[in-house]
Nanobody, 123 residues
Framework: VQLVESGGGLVQAGDSLRLSCAASGRAFSSYAMGWFRQSPGKEREFVAA????????NYADDVKGRFTISRNNSKNMGYLQMNSLKPEDTAVYYC?????????????????WGQGTQVTVSP
């Protein structure tokens, strides 16, 4: 699956952003999807995941209640709605797919990745 993220940008603390992930190639609906992020000097970390049919979602503790992951299989699109953004959310955000039904939190389950989109949150 080829993945292209968009929607990143520079915002102020408390603002919202919606990231999009456009999928092409193999059937997007056959894969679980996740969002990860990476800050300079840090390892890539799990943010959110959604199962093939959107029945299951998982979130990292520090984004629960602020971020919402969703997908539209008919459009081959995935989304990450980010509200109440904080400076510590600043990172490059990546979408990825995993050839499983559920919504895995483990990065090793994901085998296709986008190029990333930068999100910067100023204080």
């Amino acid at each position: 699956v080829q993945l292209v993220e968009s929607g990143g940008g520079l915002v102020q603390a408390g603002d919202s952003l919606r990231l999009s992930c456009a999928a092409s190639g193999r059937a997007f609906s056959s894969y679980a999807m996740g969002w990860f992020r990476q800050s300079p000097g840090k390892e890539r970390e799990f943010v959110a995941a959604i199962s093939r049919t959107s029945g299951t979602t998982n979130y990292a503790d520090d984004v629960k209640g602020r971020f919402t992951i969703s997908r539209n299989n008919s459009k081959n699109m995935g989304y990450l709605q980010m509200n109440s953004l904080k400076p510590e959310d600043t990172a490059v955000y990546y979408c990825a797919t995993a050839p499983v039904q559920r919504a895995p939190v483990d990065i090793i389950m994901y085998d296709d990745w986008g190029q990333g989109t930068q999100v910067t949150v100023s204080p």
